[in-house]
């Protein structure tokens, strides 16, 4: 099981703003990363840290961290967001690396 | 732009050890900034970290692999390698090699990605 929690499927409708969570202890002392993954393809790094997107990212996506939580907010969601979502951060030990479960996001 | 590339056997039989190689271009695997690093996803599962390698050779592992996990690095080929001892079932597996960047405060990400090797244990 993984340190990291994470709601398995979150649906929003074209155009609206959605928050995808990420729950853990670790998470109250490290900041998480945050992927895309499409049906087939490798994973894509979108956000990082308290908030920094990779080149190449658009602005609807920004990430954000309270408590053991940590959110990664897509404002205005279009189709081609529909995908996996995977966070990832520190273990509560600090020295190795943990995933969560996933989310896999409808776009209505 | 930074590429990496996942190669080796795509069928491994249980028992045997599961062996792959991940090819870095257009960037140095000895950059002191990064850290390389093995993650996997079972068909239809999540990801698995499995082990990242710094270019000095300095390793560490997902402490529930690691008694059957070697990562090691080449510098000279710009390449770095997985093996994966005593494989079941239960390894089979998409294994991707990935980047990694970490920070004084902990920060830990994978950027950017080979595009994985599906590996399969069966006889």
Known sequence: SSELTQDPAVSVALGQTVRITCQGDSLRSYYASWYQQKPGQAPVLVIYGKNNRPSGIPDRFSGSSSG???????????????????CNSRDSSGNNVVFGGGTKLTVL | QLQLQESGPGLVKPSETLSLTCTVSGGSISSSSYYWGWIRQPPGKGLEWIGSIYYSGSTYYNPSLKSRVTISVDTSKNQFSLKLSSVTAADTAVYYCAREGNDSSGLNWFDPWGQGTLVTVSS
């Open chain 1, 68 to 86: 053991n939580t940590a959110s990664l907010t897509i404002t205005g969601a279009q189709a081609e967001d529909e995908a996996d979502y995977y």
